[in-house]
């Protein structure tokens, strides 16, 4: 066991990308430094859902110095909504400054089918819980309204542009999971304003906040939420499906980073 700055020995990443569930193909394209297991790293708790890897690997992607996490532990888990804080913590030490979340959702909006990319501009915390309870600071009062950076979502759009993939914006509702939603949650999801679901990622963007890290999330949709199509919903489609988006998501975050951040 050692702490993350330790085993990065010197290596000091700029950008930490979180990959979600079957998108951990991304990793592929990095020039690894160090590739470090979950299990070797103090407070990386492992995540025990398949298609998650459970490995660190820093190095160089598009010439950027990038931390990968490839896998998440998910509240569902254990009921802990602040399960990512020490890994989030982790990267911090380490240097990171942004960060880049995943995830894999369930699209409301029927002009966004199954293998498209949402650019994650709000979100909507329908867990009922916060990774931030308990913390006694006043730093737990943690402005959202700004959550996403604006400057890393216009380069996602201007990469959009030049690679021509469409790149849909919207709003994201973490429900906690680990069961789907029903037809009747996706009625009120859509009602209240949202146009995809997931059981991840609100959590790790408040903690990321919290840590004054700056922020851009992703999902790729892999497949239309509950009661849209008749078809029951499954972690196989979601592990299925997601490498499709995935490929997209994969230029998308590498055109990002050839161009630098201010
Ligand atoms: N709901 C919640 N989480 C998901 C879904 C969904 O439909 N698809 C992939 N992750």
Same mark, same amino acid.
């Given at each position: 066991?050692?702490?993350?700055?330790?085993?990065?020995?010197?290596?000091?990443?700029?950008?930490?990308?979180?990959?979600?569930? &079957?998108?951990?193909?991304?990793?592929?394209?990095?020039? =690894?430094? @160090?590739?470090?297991?979950?299990?070797?790293?103090?407070?990386?708790?492992?995540?025990?859902?398949?298609?998650? /890897?459970?490995?660190?690997?820093?190095? @160089?992607?598009?010439?950027?110095?990038?931390?990968?996490?490839?896998?998440?532990? $998910?509240?569902?888990?254990?009921?802990?909504?602040? /399960?990512?804080?020490?890994?989030?913590?982790?990267?911090?030490? =380490?240097?990171?400054?942004?960060?880049?979340?995943? !995830?894999?959702?369930?699209?409301?909006?029927?002009?966004?089918?199954?293998?498209?990319?949402?650019?994650?501009?709000? $979100?909507? !915390?329908?867990?009922?819980?916060?990774?931030?309870?308990?913390?006694?600071?006043?730093?737990?009062?943690?402005?959202?309204? !700004? /959550?996403?950076?604006? +400057?890393?979502?216009?380069?996602?759009?201007?990469?959009?542009?030049?690679?021509?993939?469409?790149? @849909?914006?919207?709003?994201?509702?973490?429900?906690?999971?680990?069961?789907?939603?029903?037809?009747?949650?996706? *009625?009120? =999801?859509?009602?209240? &304003?949202?146009?995809?679901?997931?059981?991840?990622?609100?959590?790790?963007?408040?903690?990321?906040?919290?840590?004054?890290?700056?922020? +851009?999330?992703?999902?790729?949709?892999? !497949?239309?939420?509950?009661?849209?199509?008749?078809?029951?919903?499954? $972690?196989?489609?979601? *592990?299925?499906?997601?490498?499709?988006?995935?490929?997209?998501?994969? *230029?998308?975050? =590498?055109?990002?980073?050839?161009?630098?951040? /201010?």
């Amino acid at each position: 066991m050692t702490t993350l700055p330790s085993a990065l020995n010197g290596f000091v990443p700029e950008t930490a990308l979180v990959l979600g569930s &079957g998108l951990g193909s991304l990793v592929e394209a990095v020039d =690894a430094v @160090h590739r470090i297991d979950y299990d070797d790293l103090d407070g990386f708790p492992p995540s025990g859902v398949s298609g998650h /890897a459970g490995e660190l690997v820093a190095g @160089h992607l598009s010439d950027q110095r990038v931390v990968v996490m490839s896998g998440r532990v $998910h509240y569902y888990e254990h009921g802990d909504a602040a /399960a990512m804080r020490a890994p989030l913590e982790a990267l911090k030490a =380490a240097g990171v400054r942004r960060i880049i979340l995943t !995830n894999s959702a369930g699209s409301i909006d029927s002009d966004m089918p199954p293998g498209s990319v949402m650019q994650i501009e709000d $979100h909507i !915390n329908f867990s009922g819980s916060n990774p931030l309870i308990g913390e006694p600071s006043d730093a737990r009062f943690v402005g959202l309204t !700004n /959550a996403y950076d604006e +400057a890393i979502c216009s380069a996602f759009a201007e990469a959009a542009d030049e690679l021509s993939i469409t790149l @849909h914006k919207g709003v994201y509702m973490w429900f906690s999971g680990p069961c789907f939603e029903t037809p009747a949650e996706i *009625k009120m =999801a859509r009602l209240m &304003g949202a146009d995809a679901v997931g059981m991840s990622t609100v959590p790790e963007v408040i903690l990321s906040r919290f840590l004054g890290l700056d922020v +851009a999330a992703l999902s790729v949709i892999t !497949n239309f939420a509950a009661g849209m199509t008749g078809d029951e919903l499954s $972690h196989q489609e979601t *592990k299925d499906m997601a490498p499709k988006g995935g490929e997209r998501l994969a *230029k998308l975050i =590498a055109t990002v980073l050839e161009k630098g951040f /201010a």
